[in-house]
Every structure is written in C-alpha cells, then in structure tokens.
C-alpha cells in the first residue's frame, strides 16, 4: 500500500479545488463572451458539469489520499446527493434556449390537460356567425400578426386586467381560432390529439374530437409533447393538422369529424425533427399544409370536401425541419401562396401548386428550423426571417419579360434573428424578438435602431401602435412600437408555465395559452382603428 506523507495529501487536495476552479472560470468564460447564442451556452454548461463531475469521481475512486473504506464512502455519499435531487426535483423539460426546466416532484402525479377526457358533442348544433373581429386561423386572417385595434394602455395593469375565464387545457403549442362566439384549439390528452371548441365568454367545453380513430401524439422532452398547429375555420368547417401528419375536418357546428387522412404516409415520409406544425389554409376550395421530413413535398393540396389530393409541390424533403404555415399572399398583382422550407422561399399558384418563383435559402444556419411567417410588406416585397445565423432579409419581386416573377435580395443581415415568433411592421420598421430580446429593424435599410427587454421565446403581436408580447415565462407585456426608442407601457400576470403558443386577440378579447391552461382577458377600452403604417398589399385576399 502506498504510504503518503503530510505534504503529498495537502498536495494530491489541491487537485479538487483545481478542478472546481477551473470549472467555474471556464463557465464564467462560457456566459461572459459576447454575441453568443444562449442555447450554445447551455450545452456547453451541460457538458462542462458532466465532465467536471466525472473527473471528481476520478479523483475520490483513484487518486484521493483515502482508505479504500473512506472512498467508498464518499462515492456513495455522491450517488445519494444525486438520487436526493432526482427524487426532490424533475426535470420538466427545455425552454426555447435549451435552458432546464426544473420543479419539485408531484409525487401524486398531476391530471393530463382536463379531468373530463372524453368525446363530447354539443347537445344541439352551435349557431356560428362568423365577423371582421374573428380570428379564424394562424396569426388572424392573413397571418400577418397584425391586429387593427388599438388600446388604452393605461388599462394595462393588474387591478383592471382580470382573467374573465381560465381553464386547464391538455398539452400541445397550438393557439385558438376564434369565430363568432366559439374558440377552437388542439391538445393531446394522454397519447391522443384532440380538436377543441369552447364557448368564448366562459371558457366551457362545448365538444371535443380525436382527431384520427388511432394514433399517439408528438412525444418530445426538449420540443414539448402534443400538436403544434393551430386550426382554421372557413365556411363552418374546421380543418386542423396533427403533429405527426394527420389533416382532419371537422363540421363546426356538431364536433363531427368529416374525415381525416395522414398526408405523410403516402410518400412513406415521418414528420419533422419537432413534429409537424403547419396551420392549414383554406382557399378556393382547397386546403394547404406543409409535408414533413424524408421524402415528401414541401407542399400539399386537398380538397376540401373530401380530402382527396389535389396537387403536390416542391422539392421532395424540401419541408424538413421547417414549421412555417402557407399563408396567401398578392405580389406584383398575383395571389399566390407563400411558403419557407430548408432550401427556399418560394410562391405557388394556389389553384395548380405551380411554383410561381423562388429564392434560395441556404445561408448560415440552413441546418437550424425555419419558424417564421414571410410577411409581405409591400406590393412586390417581402422579409423573410430566421433565428440562429439566419438572420434577416428583404426581398422584393419583379417581373420578366414573358410575365415571369423573379426575387432579388434587397439587403440581409443578423440584426432580427426570431427563433420561435414572427415580425410585425409598423412606421417602416420591424419588430421582433431577436433570440429572446426586442428589436426594432428599419425596414429600408436593415439597420437595427434599438435592441432591449428580454422576454424569452415568446410571440408578437402589433395592436393598432403597441405590441403585445407574450413572454416565454408566461406573463403579458405591452411595448410601444415606437422606432425611437424601447418603452415598456406595463406588465401583467397570465400563465405560470413555459408559453411558446401564440396569442390572439378578437372581438375585443385576449386568449392566450401553453401546454397546461387557457385563459381570457377583455382588454382594455379595445377600439376598433386603421393599421396605421402597416404598408401592406391593397386587395390581399383572407388566409381562410
């Protein structure tokens, strides 16, 4: 047995506290530096612990000055402060930065979504009348994230901004589609997915209905688990895509399904890395998703009556790892669907599935998703955008000589960088969380005038000059939407949890939620108002 003398323990101690220093330098440098992603940190902060702590356990099992009966001791002591945590907390998942989410155990275990999680139907057929105020689809009729109505913001405070319903929901990212006086979402309910109607002023379940006869749902400890897309209602019908490819119908009126088919499994294709997540559009008795990874295309068409197929479009794969919505769109006096996938951005004929014109997309972080609306914001312009090395670009559409559209790049640049949320624009400027943070973006030139508020992986709307931001962490924002400066107008309590689903305002309410509740404001003094320095396409037909 090796015998070791005073100065050779005091030695061999030294190299513990070496190993902890060095690890907490290392991480200090990790989160110090500059201009790096936040979701690079945490990887590295992850391997950094794992590697530190197991060259500890090295250095008790072979190198500590110790009795055999003292290092085994210690090791064990180690093992039971790491089973302790495991048992005390639960890894509940990521948030958007891959940062944990970390709570105490419920040991008794917590209900999935509603404690009633059967069918339901309505007793008798709902009356749905559908308005302007409606929201019958993704980012309101024309996905734009835009809302002409404008508020009071001194209303904007916890005393007069009182929930008038909330109510658990299952899990699942997708928001609500509002028409008359019913809202409809998606959930997952144990394995399965369900679409969802409940009376807008009281939050009641009117019906519930699997989305397929069989099936389970997205399971994903970093991405969430359940559907992401968020239904479209057109002509008392409500279409909805499920996360793993099933595209439904649904009468509106009765919860019937009409029919439902999965859209990957003809090209023997899987859905994306995070689990399909494209709103249908409804248009000229069609709707449109998106495919999912492998080999299907980057677009599909069916009819709406039956479900038949209609058209396909694109490049095979050309949809993988990409979670954007076709939305419509008219560009140099040409309705046309717009759609971003991997290697492209590129507008198809709705009625053929003829692609109409394309721009590449393999820029710096080609390998990252694709989350974001393209938001047309001229009559032959459009931005596109993309978190990571993406970044941001400006695109504008003219026409050849035979009437052919061609796209060319304006500018592009890093300066607005959204990973899971979508651009608005206002007074010539763009709007957006740049990896988690507000900025603001001239329009014409790609400058970026201000940078400030971290409000997580959350969502954007514009409301008349004010934006309402829906943090990741759960509570509501107003911002003004002012060029000349970062003002944060007030803040108010809503979810609790983790929140990347998109909010939605109609008919003068607020309806926002996550994976595990829904609630409903009425905001304050809501007017209705002009979109004022929206510069949008005069004649853009509705998305749904």
Known sequence: MMQTTGTSRWRWGLI?????????????????????DRGWRWVGTYLLSLVTFGLMVAWVALLAPWSKLWKILVLCDMLLAVVVVCVVFELEGFDGDLGPVIRLRRWGGEPAGPPDQRELSPAKPLIITSSQADSPGFLGSQRTASVPLRLDPQGWNTRQMQPLWSVPLGKGWSSFAVVGGYAFTQEMLGTREYVTCLELNTGKLVWRRAESESGQGFLSRIAGDGPRATPTVAQGKVYTLGSTGTLACFDAATGKRLWSRNVLAPYGAV???????????????LVIVAGGGGRSPALMAFHTQDGSPAWQAGPEGGASDCYDSPMLATLCGIDQVLHVNNQEVA?????????????????????????????????????????????????????????????????????????FTNLVLHQGHLFGLDMGILACVELRTGR???????????????????????????????????????????????????????????????????????????????????????????????AS
């Open 16 to 36: 513990p506290i070496g190993i902890l220093l060095i690890y907490g330098a290392l991480l200090g440098l990790l989160w110090s530096v500059e201009g790096w």
């Open 448 to 542: 970026r005038k201000w940078k400030r508020g971290r409000f997580g992986h959350g969502q954007v709307l514009l409301l008349g000059d004010v934006l309402l931001i829906q943090a990741e962490a759960g509570h509501l924002a107003l911002v003004a939407a002012d060029p000349g400066g970062y003002r944060l107008l007030g803040q108010v309590p809503a979810l609790e949890d983790k929140t990347w689903n998109v909010p939605v305002v109609a008919q003068g309410l607020l309806l926002v939620r996550n994976d595990r509740q829904g609630m409903c404001f009425r905001l304050p003094q809501a007017k209705q108002g002009s979109e004022s320095g929206n510069h949008l396409p005069s004649g853009s037909p509705p």
């Open 271 to 285: 859905p994306p890395n995070w689990g399909c997540a494209s709103s249908p559009l409804v248009v000229q008795g």
């Open 347 to 419: 507008g198809y004929d709705p009625r053929t599935g003829r692609k109409l014109w394309s721009h590449p997309w393999p820029w710096p972080g080609a390998e990252h998703p694709k989350v974001a609306q393209p938001l047309v914001v001229g009559p032959n312009q459009l931005v596109i955008a993309a978190g990571y090395d993406s970044g941001v670009a400006l695109l504008k559409l003219s026409k050849g000589k035979q009437g052919e559209l061609r796209a060319q790049l304006v500018w592009k640049n890093r300066n607005l960088k959204p990973k």
